[in-house]
Nanobody
């Protein structure tokens, strides 16, 4: 059973940085995929960034965060990261880590993932 636990959220001013972490366990497939998603109140959950944990394909980032956010993974620590720089008020949302023990592709599609963390709140003030 895949378990995901996010941490690292908080409140920052616009232009600031945060690094989210997602501790993972139970991922058994070396080609599994993982992603970061976010959901603001009243909005649908959207894909932020995704990657295959074996690095067999380039990671992907949503247009809205490309150049500011970077997804990465430490396979020794079994931890997924999202480095967020130059944060903007519109980045305010609950951020979720997700994983699939199968290669489904659609790295930014919520339907591609079967396991989700509990979320961590990011609030950016202007």
């Amino acid at each position: 059973q895949v378990q995901l636990v996010e941490s690292g959220g908080g409140s920052v001013q616009a232009g600031g940085s945060l690094r989210l972490s997602c501790a993972t366990s139970g991922i058994t497939y070396r080609g599994a995929q993982m992603g970061w998603f976010r959901q603001a109140p009243g909005k649908e959950r959207e894909g932020v960034a995704g990657m295959f944990i074996d690095g067999s394909a380039p990671s992907v980032h949503a247009d809205s965060v490309r150049g500011r956010f970077t997804i990465s993974r430490d396979n020794v620590k079994n931890t997924l990261y999202l480095q967020m720089n130059n944060l903007k008020p519109e980045d305010t949302a609950m951020y979720y880590c997700a994983a699939s023990n199968r290669r489904v592709w659609g790295l930014l599609r919520p339907a591609s993932y079967s396991s989700w963390g509990q979320g961590t709140q990011v609030t950016v003030s202007s």
